[in-house]
């Protein structure tokens, strides 16, 4: 994957931020992690971000409340949520609300390239 795009994690769960962003290279992406929403957002990489990873549930903001955030600064980056709440019926709420995929932890590598495609539209 040429030129190398920019997955930016958002998790207030340290394991994640520490074990996504070997995956995401082993894909090809570039990654950063953030533990929270307003950490992204007082961040100077939300406009090279070619994908944000986003946790449902966290402390202050939530990924929902960020999604809002975003598109209120009309700054639109492909979201794939990420959650451990079992609850099947937030998945597609956060689809119409404009997410491209929202996996339940643990979710498989082969889950999140699919996501990861369709967020970078190259399925």
Same mark, same amino acid.
């Given at each position: 994957?040429?030129?190398?795009?920019?997955?930016?994690?958002?998790?207030?769960?340290?394991?994640?931020?520490?074990?996504?962003?070997?995956?995401?290279?082993?894909?090809? !992406?570039?990654?950063?992690?953030?533990?929270?929403?307003?950490?992204?957002?007082?961040?100077?990489?939300?406009?090279?971000?070619?994908?944000?990873?986003?946790? @449902?549930?966290? +402390?202050?903001?939530?990924?929902?409340?960020?999604?809002?955030?975003?598109?209120?600064?009309?700054?639109?980056?492909?979201?794939?949520?990420?959650?451990?709440?079992?609850?099947?019926?937030?998945? +597609?709420?956060? @689809?119409?609300?404009?997410?491209?995929?929202?996996? !339940?932890? +643990? !979710?498989?590598?082969?889950?999140?390239?699919?996501?990861?495609?369709?967020? !970078?539209?190259?399925?």
């Amino acid at each position: 994957m040429t030129p190398r795009s920019l997955v930016s994690v958002v998790d207030d769960d340290e394991s994640v931020r520490e074990s996504l962003p070997d995956l995401l290279t082993e894909f090809g !992406f570039e990654a950063l992690t953030f533990a929270s929403a307003e950490e992204f957002l007082a961040s100077n990489r939300m406009g090279e971000t070619g994908c944000l990873i986003l946790d @449902i549930s966290m +402390p202050g903001m939530s990924g929902p409340e960020l999604q809002r955030e975003l598109s209120r600064l009309k700054l639109e980056i492909p979201i794939v949520f990420i959650t451990g709440q079992g609850d099947e019926t937030v998945r +597609p709420r956060l @689809i119409e609300q404009g997410a491209v995929d929202c996996l !339940f932890k +643990p !979710f498989s590598d082969t889950a999140l390239l699919t996501a990861l495609k369709t967020a !970078f539209r190259l399925q």
